[in-house]
């Protein structure tokens, strides 16, 4: 018998803003112990799909399974504390609060403890936020308000927040964007590293082919809200479609 991999499944997924489909009639699998990227033009559903996955958007057909139990409708927060952490395009760090107070607030509401802006300075969270700035390398500025990182540790910084949930799955929306293309690969490393520590799959939005080629197990090509190509990286960026639809208009 062989060992059922399925972490993630989608069913038929549908989204439609104003007409414009992010998502069409999506269908696939995410494995447990991947490392899997998703790449696309702009504007092709990327974000759209870890929405979807995540809870912050409803598709208007079709369903979400985590280890085959249908979490469509169960909001964000239910979804994260089911085992399914995200990180956003944009950083979401309480920016007038230190990192390490940023990760307590994480780690407290992974305890379903939810008091907004209120640092929670519990000694079991600061250690365990300790454990954490440990994982990535971010000791140094445990003390910084996260406001003041310069952008990779910033990045890093809000990666480790989701980490800190303890997900089974992690989604990345673009964790190396608007970082020199040297500093995107320490991240990468850094995360990879942290991910296997903490036996975490994890699913990547990525604009980089150099960072996809070295880190994906499997790549999955958005266009138009569809699914063109799926597969390791070297076959997928030999796909004409792929060259056509993504590379060739980078
Ligand atoms: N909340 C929303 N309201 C209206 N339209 C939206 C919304 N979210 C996404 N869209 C539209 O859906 C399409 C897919 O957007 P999405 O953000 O998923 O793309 P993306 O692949 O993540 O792009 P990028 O590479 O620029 O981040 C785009 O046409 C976008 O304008
Ligand atoms: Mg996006």
């Not at 990535?136 to 989701?162: F, I, M, W």
């Not at 590293?193 to 958005?222: G, I, P």
Request: glycine content about 8%.
């Amino acid at each position: 018998m062989t060992e059922d991999r399925t972490l993630l499944s989608v069913r038929g997924i549908e989204v439609s803003f104003a007409g414009v489909k992010a998502a069409d009639n999506v269908t696939l699998s995410i494995n447990r112990g991947d490392f899997t990227a998703i790449i696309g033009a702009n504007g092709s559903g990327k974000t759209t799909f870890l929405n979807i996955c995540t809870g912050y958007v409803k598709p208007q057909a079709g369903a979400v399974y985590l280890e085959g139990r249908d979490i469509t409708a169960l909001p964000p927060r239910d979804i994260a504390q089911q085992g399914i952490a995200r990180s956003f395009q944009i950083p979401q760090l309480f920016t007038d609060q230190t990192v390490r107070e940023n990760l307590m607030l994480s780690i407290a509401a992974r305890e379903g403890i939810f008091q907004g802006f209120t640092p929670l300075d519990r000694r079991e969270y600061r250690e365990e936020a300790d454990v954490f700035l440990a994982l990535v390398g971010l000791e140094s500025v445990a003390d910084s308000l996260a406001g003041t990182l310069p952008e990779g540790k910033r990045k890093l910084a809000d990666v480790t927040l989701a980490l800190a949930l303890k997900p089974r799955l992690l989604l990345l929306d673009e964790p190396t964007s608007g970082v020199s293309a040297l500093e995107r690969f320490d991240i990468m490393e850094t995360l990879m590293a942290a991910l296997r520590e903490r036996q975490t799959s994890a699913l990547f939005v990525e604009h980089d082919m150099e960072v996809v080629r070295s880190y994906a197990d499997r790549v999955l090509v958005w266009d138009a809200g569809r699914v063109i190509s799926d597969g390791q990286p070297g076959p997928v960026f030999s796909d004409e479609r792929v060259i056509k639809s993504v590379l060739g208009a980078m």
